[in-house]
């Protein structure tokens, strides 16, 4: 099934340490979006790709950076993880074109529960 | 900036009760999409309402957008364990990629 991937589920990092969360989607979808989600709360989104174009939320920190290579593969980097970053880190992805995103929406990933010690 | 709200923010009622979550915002959009969201995974899309007025239904579940397109609620009869989970409504924008997502109600149905 198509679908979108991301790896690992469950990361544990120190303080400090860089840190990549993967994403991957086999539904060859133009815009690929990093989302951040704390306890209970709605996503907020950090940034997103409309093919290889980037587009940073403005109240997304420096800390965060993101790397598309290729159509199917995304990225999210923190350069140096606080306590305050520990979150789920959710991937979705989107056609984009025209009035696709109205009526299909966002195929989410399951997320990466990211752990700072 | 475009606002969604959502009510309750946390609901808690047991196994067979009936309960209504609701999103408002100011702003007009041109789609409203529901995401449930359980535990520990990512938002699943549970629907999308373009019309106002539309009212469409998923088994136990009915959603309905608000005559200006502003509002939009989710009806559950008779509520199932399997039903627990985090709501979020989102609004749509034509030509925009991007979604804006409500606050999210927290539902728990208690067996």
């Known amino acids: 099934d198509a679908m979108v991937i991301q790896n690992p589920r469950y990361q544990v990092t120190q303080f400090g340490k860089p840190v990549t969360l993967s994403c991957s989607q086999t539904l060859n979808h133009n815009v690929m979006y990093w989302y951040q989600q704390k306890s209970s709360q709605a996503p907020k989104l950090l940034f997103h790709y409309y093919d290889k174009d980037f587009n940073n939320e403005a109240d997304t920190p420096d800390n965060f950076q993101s790397r598309r290579p290729n159509t199917s593969f995304c990225f999210l980097d923190i350069r140096s993880p606080g306590l305050g970053d520990a979150a789920m880190y959710l991937c979705?992805?989107?056609?984009?074109?025209?009035?696709?995103?109205?009526?299909?929406?966002?195929?989410f990933g399951s997320g990466t529960r990211l752990t700072v010690v | 900036t475009q606002l969604l709200e959502q009510s309750p923010q946390f609901l808690s009622i047991q196994e067979g009760e009936n309960l209504t979550v609701y999103c408002n915002s100011s702003?007009?959009?041109?789609?409203l999409q529901w995401y449930r969201q359980e535990p520990g995974e990512g938002p699943v899309l549970l629907v999308t309402?373009?019309?106002?007025?539309e009212v469409k239904k998923l088994k136990r579940l009915t959603f309905q957008f608000g005559d200006a397109r502003k509002d939009s609620s989710l009806h559950i009869t008779a509520a199932q364990p399997g039903d627990t989970g985090l709501y979020l409504c989102?609004?749509?924008?034509?030509?925009?990629?991007?979604?804006?997502f409500g606050t999210g109600t927290r539902l728990t149905i208690i067996p």
């Open positions: 979705a992805t989107s056609r984009g074109v025209g009035d696709s995103v109205n009526i299909y929406g966002y195929t």
């Open positions: 309402v373009v019309t106002g007025g």
């Open positions: 702003s007009v959009f041109s789609s």
């Open positions: 989102a609004g749509g924008d034509l030509g925009n990629e991007k979604l804006t």
